[in-house]
């Protein structure tokens, strides 16, 4: 009897510690990581009428007309960077077409330069000669005798590798295949090898390539036809050589139409998560409907060039992912052609530019700064000048957890954290507003952090920190359960959750 009893204590234990392994196992480790909701990754479940909601960027100003001679109606395939506190530099196509495909002069790569992000000017950088000048703000030609033709998709952005030579601060790649393109100055370019470093693909868009920090690894993603047009991705120690063989992105639902640019990045406030913003290409060919789009003259006009031209749209999604490969694609527009009479729902516009770059507000002096991107309108539009407005949307407010005044909740899955404070990035109306409560991994909640002693959060703010109502008084202290497996459960009403995140 004495043995039984022993070999029961001895199942029990080691039972116990596989079921405490197997919960271990399942803890997400979010540490001190700023976290979206941009995904299921941290969602255990929705109640009430919580649900996850797409945001839309709201349309601003034009920013930028490209009416110079060397320039025209095809804008396009454009990169913002915010190379310092006060420094912004936008690559840009300058072409300029005929029913959007006959070309009317030489596809030329050009500079803008901001302080702002918002009014842009053009250098006069004396590089390449156009009708007899050089006082123009090109960089590069489609017959540079050097770097051959790179100008059409060519991609620049700032190498973030702490290794990197100061000589290459700046690298690119562009050309069909794609060659690697280095710069001390973001201006003067050479190519760094003399063969391409990705040959599998269909080139024939903007193809872009960065130092992923997280993962610490160079990332490429460039466009392939697959089902339509699709998007690969490869990955290389070095830059200029020692890149895997591609592979095709998988997408979650679905990948929710031809895909054409991709513009993937790293979200500078969470670089473990991919956040990209590709141009959906949407054909539904001759139907009632296009004859009531804008310009249905010009349309019929162009369609005797390529059917195509008049009656495919190009408009902006969202998707994101935390590996690279496996992105989670919203299947609604995150911009949509817009409600305007002209010059609008053509193909060509709406592409959004590679890079996502910090603004200063335009609502206010004192109000937080806001996340911008840039877009095309007008374009491919016979004898008129194609166009860049700028949209922005709050920071982190790409996806939030939204429920209506009848209220929902949110419980994340078990998560291990660094930190002392919890801070929300959110929104509410006046009447509305959060609570939080935390659960053990019992799913009970975890004494003085009940969501009934969270005073209601109301406000907008996009760092506010979460406080419980002890004997004491207010406390936000929650160090205590960093090394234990937590859920936070969240109640919403008439409110809005972008992120949160434990703040040491």
Not at 18 to 40: G, P, Q
Not at 156 to 177: M, Q, T, V
Not at 327 to 353: C, H, M
Request: with cysteine; proline share 5%; hydrophobic share 35%.
């Amino acid at each position: 009897m004495k043995n039984i009893k022993i070999f029961n204590c001895l199942f029990l234990f080691v039972l116990y510690g596989l079921v405490s392994t197997k919960a271990n196992f399942n803890v997400l480790k979010v540490d001190d990581r700023r976290e979206l909701f941009v995904d299921n990754h941290l969602i255990e479940k929705l109640e009430g009428f919580a649900r996850q909601s797409l945001n839309n960027p709201i349309p601003r100003e034009i920013v930028f007309v490209s009416d110079k001679p060397w320039e025209g109606n095809g804008l396009n395939y454009v990169t913002v960077i915010k190379d310092s506190k006060n420094s912004y530099k936008m690559y840009y196509r300058g072409a300029d077409y005929d029913r959007g495909v006959k070309s009317l002069h030489d596809q030329f790569y050009c500079l803008a330069v901001s302080k702002d992000g918002i009014k842009w000017r053009r250098p006069d950088l004396g590089l390449v000669e156009f009708k007899g000048s050089k006082a123009n703000n090109i960089i590069l030609t489609e017959k540079d005798p050097v770097l051959g033709y790179i100008c059409h998709n060519f991609s620049p952005f700032i190498d973030l590798n702490p290794e990197a030579s100061i000589s290459e601060k700046y690298k690119a790649i562009g050309g069909g295949p794609l060659f690697p393109l280095v710069s001390a100055d973001g201006i003067l370019w050479k190519k760094a090898t003399k063969k391409p470093i990705i040959s599998q693909g269909a080139f024939d868009s903007q193809n872009l390539a960065f130092w992923d920090s997280v993962r610490r690894e160079y990332r490429a993603y460039h466009r392939e036809f697959r089902n339509g047009r699709d998007i690969m991705t490869e990955t290389s120690p070095s830059f200029t050589d020692s890149w895997k063989k591609p592979v095709f992105l998988e997408y979650t639902p679905e990948r929710g139409g031809e895909l054409y640019t991709n513009q993937i990045t790293p979200y500078f406030r969470a670089p473990h998560i991919f956040v990209g913003f590709p141009t959906r290409y949407e054909d539904r060919g001759l139907t009632p409907s296009t004859r009531h789009l804008p310009q249905w003259e010009y349309r019929q006009q162009r369609s005797k060039v390529s059917i195509r031209e008049g009656t495919a749209v190009t408009e902006g999604l969202f998707m994101s992912s935390r590996d690279g490969n496996n992105f989670t694609v919203f299947q609604e527009a995150f911009i949509r052609p817009g409600l305007r009479a002209k010059d609008s729902w053509f193909y060509g516009d709406n592409y959004q530019n590679n890079g996502l770059v910090e603004t200063k507000s335009s609502l206010a002096e004192d109000a937080p700064s806001e996340l911008s991107m840039y877009l095309t309108e007008a374009t491919l539009q016979n004898g008129k000048p194609a166009k860049l407005r700028r949209y922005s949307i709050r920071m982190d407010g790409f996806v939030s957890i939204t429920a209506p005044m009848k209220g929902g909740k949110l419980t994340t899955k078990l998560i291990q954290f660094s930190g002392h404070k919890l801070s929300i990035n959110y929104s509410s109306s006046a009447r509305g507003g959060i609570r939080v409560g935390i659960l053990g991994a019992d799913g009970n909640y975890i004494s003085g952090y009940e969501i009934e002693n969270c005073p209601w959060i109301y406000g907008d703010s996009l760092n506010r920190i979460v406080e419980w109502t002890r004997s004491d008084g207010l406390s936000y202290k929650v160090s205590s359960l960093s090394d234990q497996g937590i859920k936070l459960v969240f109640e919403l009403k008439d409110a809005d959750l972008f992120s949160f995140k434990f703040i040491k």
